[in-house]
């Protein structure tokens, strides 16, 4: 059974550093690009970048550019997504996707989601 | 920056049929940009719906269809259900690896 578990709810303060994670099991996990997306409070679905964790080869959405980093542990099957300094603006739940691997082009399983909250 | 138009709500009656829409704020969806759907209630991940405009996902059921009309994606619920009330959101493939969500759509069964 495929299977995305990710990391779990993170409070933090504007400034701080996060990573949170992203693993990936029941299937060959360097095969399949991996998606992040955001959904801000009381808002729709966002999508931030994806990873191919064979290349790392990495796509960003315009609207993160440069405020977030993408990355990918391939030994461990897990993603990752990471802030260097959060701002009150990050707090959103964020959803890790795997995009089929058919080229059929849609994101066929979910992680649960992580609720990160930044607050001072 | 492309924008991907949903109706913000819509209302169905118990049984009834609805067809909600999935747009570009410029040009028109085709095949091409291969679209997909997701339905998402409060507090729970999505749930994938459609995939290449019309392939519904397993375990979905079929009162579920995806289409092209006009010059937008539609998702149809033909016999709402209660338990169809949710969010209702779908992306679209730009090519080189990029995507875009649309809004969502509110559907509210009543």
């Known amino acids: 059974e495929v299977q995305l578990v990710q990391s779990g709810a993170e409070v933090k303060k504007p400034g701080e550093s996060l990573k949170i994670s992203c693993r990936g099991s029941g299937y060959s996990f360097s095969n399949y690009w991996i998606a992040w997306v955001r959904q801000m409070p009381g808002k729709g679905l966002e999508w931030m970048g994806i990873i191919y964790p064979r290349d790392s080869d990495t796509k960003y959405s315009p609207s993160v550019q440069g405020q977030v980093t993408i990355s990918v542990d391939k030994s461990l099957s897990t993603a990752y997504l990471q802030w260097s300094s959060l701002k009150a603006s990050d707090t959103a739940i964020y959803y890790c996707a795997r995009q089929d691997g058919s080229a059929l082009f849609y994101f066929d399983n979910w992680g649960q989601g992580t609720l990160v909250t930044v607050s001072s | 920056q492309t924008v991907v138009t949903q109706e913000p709500s819509f209302s169905v009656s118990p049984g009834g049929t609805v067809t909600l829409t999935c747009g570009l704020s410029?040009?028109?969806?085709?095949?091409?940009?291969?679209p997909s759907w997701y339905q998402q209630t409060p507090g729970h991940a999505p749930r994938t719906l459609i995939y290449s405009t019309n392939t519904r996902s397993s375990g979905v059921p079929d009162r579920f269809s995806g289409s092209i009309l006009g010059n937008k994606a539609a998702l149809t619920i033909t016999g709402a259900q209660s338990d169809d009330e949710s969010n209702y959101y779908c992306a679209l493939h730009m090519g080189g690896g990029n995507w875009v969500f649309g809004g969502g759509t509110r559907l509210t069964v009543l």
């Open positions: 410029s040009g028109s969806v085709s095949s091409n940009y291969n």
